[in-house]
C-alpha cells in the first residue's frame, strides 16, 4: 500500500513566523510530488510542484524534497493568517499515461494575528 | 488559464433520481479525473481519463458512470445513489508529462436524500 503521510495539526503559528509542514512517502518510485492548500469549502489549490532533491522558493513558499529520506516539506514564511487553510501533501509516481496521486491526510495551519 | 469548471455548484437528489455533474477544462490537458472528498478527508480517487480514454477506475460502484465525450469535457452520471454517497465532487485535468500537475475545479456538492 502506497502511503503518504503528515501531521494532522492544528499546527499553529503566530503571524509573521515561518510554518513547516512535512510529509513523509513510501513509494521510492516516486517523481512528482505536490503542495495543495485547501479552504474550508473549497477545492485544493495547487501551490508548489518539486520533482528533484532540494529546494524550490516561490515568493513566501519554499517545498524541500529529500528522496533518500522520502521526505518532502514545506515552508511559508512571513506566515498571514489569510495562509490558515489544510494543506495536503500528493505524490505521484506518474508511471505510463496516469498521473495518479496518492495524497495525504492533510496539516491544518492556524496563523494567528 | 489554469481553470477548471464544474457544474452545477450544489446539487440536491433523491436516491431514485438521475442526475450528471459536468466538467469542463481549455487547458490543452489530455488528462481528466473525477475525485470524491468527504469532510475533513483528502479527495479520493474516482476515476481516470487519459487521451479520453477510462484508464483507472478504482472499483467505484457502478451506480457511478463517467464519461468522456472529448479532451475538454467530462462527465459523472448519477444513478440510484445512497445516502452516505453525499460528498464534494471534484474534477480535475492534468498533462500527462512531465509534470502531472492536477487543477481542481471549484467541485459540486452533492446531497442525497
Known amino acids: 500500500q502506497k502511503e503518504v503521510e503528515q501531521n494532522s495539526g492544528p499546527l499553529s503559528v503566530p503571524e509573521g513566523a515561518i510554518a513547516s509542514l512535512n510529509c513523509t512517502y513510501s513509494?521510492?518510485?516516486?517523481?512528482?510530488f505536490f503542495w495543495y492548500r485547501q479552504y474550508s469549502g473549497k477545492s485544493p489549490e495547487l501551490i508548489m510542484s518539486?520533482?528533484?532533491?532540494g529546494d524550490k522558493e516561490d515568493g513566501r513558499f519554499t517545498a524541500q524534497l529529500n528522496k533518500a529520506s522520502q521526505y518532502v516539506s514545506l515552508l511559508i514564511r512571513d506566515s498571514q493568517p489569510s495562509d490558515s487553510a489544510t494543506y495536503l501533501c500528493?505524490?505521484?509516481?506518474?508511471?505510463?499515461?496516469?498521473?495518479?496521486?496518492?495524497f495525504g491526510q492533510g496539516t491544518t495551519l492556524q496563523v494567528k494575528p | 488559464d489554469t481553470e477548471v469548471t464544474q457544474t452545477p455548484k450544489h446539487l440536491v437528489m433523491g436516491m431514485t433520481n438521475k442526475k450528471s455533474l459536468k466538467c469542463e477544462q481549455h487547458?490543452?490537458?489530455?488528462?481528466m479525473y473525477w475525485y470524491k472528498q468527504k469532510a475533513k478527508k483528502p479527495p479520493e480517487l474516482m476515476f481516470v481519463?487519459?487521451?479520453?480514454?477510462?484508464?483507472i477506475n478504482e472499483s467505484v460502484p457502478s451506480r457511478f458512470s463517467p464519461e468522456c465525450p472529448n479532451s475538454s469535457l467530462l462527465n459523472l452520471h448519477l444513478h440510484a445513489l445512497q445516502p452516505e454517497d453525499s460528498a464534494l465532487y471534484l474534477c480535475?485535468?492534468?498533462?500527462?508529462?512531465?509534470?502531472?500537475?492536477?487543477?481542481f475545479g471549484p467541485g459540486t456538492r452533492l446531497t442525497v436524500t
Open positions: 480535475a485535468s492534468s498533462q500527462l508529462r512531465p509534470d502531472y500537475e492536477q487543477y
Open positions: 513509494d521510492r518510485g516516486s517523481q512528482s
Open positions: 518539486i520533482y528533484s532533491n
Open positions: 500528493a505524490v505521484s509516481t506518474g508511471t505510463g499515461n496516469t498521473g495518479k496521486l496518492i
Open positions: 487547458m490543452g490537458h489530455r488528462a
Open positions: 481519463y487519459s487521451y479520453e480514454k477510462l484508464s
